[in-house]
């Protein structure tokens, strides 16, 4: 994702997509719902400012937000 500056950010760093990538650690069926799931979705704590709660809230909701095939989400 964008950092929306010109100005190198120590995000600009995070190179290995490997170790950096967000990972999908599970997947269920919603009860009642058919052709609906929930997923769960990690992303290693490397990424965001220790005690930051604001930057690691928005790189979340902002990425999460951006999958153009959600119709809905709840967090």
Same mark, same amino acid.
């Given at each position: 994702?964008?950092?929306?500056?010109?100005?190198? =950010?120590?995000?600009?760093? &995070?190179?290995? +997509?490997? /170790?950096?990538?967000?990972?999908?650690?599970?997947?269920?069926?919603v009860p009642g719902e058919e052709s609906q799931f929930i997923?769960? =979705?990690?992303?290693? +704590?490397? +990424? $965001?400012?220790?005690?930051?709660?604001?930057?690691m809230f928005t790189s979340i909701v902002g990425n999460v $937000?951006?999958?153009?095939? &959600? /119709?809905? &989400?709840? +967090?």
């Amino acid at each position: 994702s964008s950092t929306g500056t010109w100005t190198t =950010v120590w995000t600009d760093g &995070l190179t290995s +997509l490997d /170790r950096y990538k967000g990972r999908c650690y599970g997947i269920e069926p919603v009860p009642g719902e058919e052709s609906q799931f929930i997923a769960y =979705v990690a992303y290693p +704590l490397d +990424l $965001f400012e220790e005690g930051s709660v604001t930057n690691m809230f928005t790189s979340i909701v902002g990425n999460v $937000f951006g999958f153009k095939a &959600l /119709r809905a &989400l709840r +967090l």
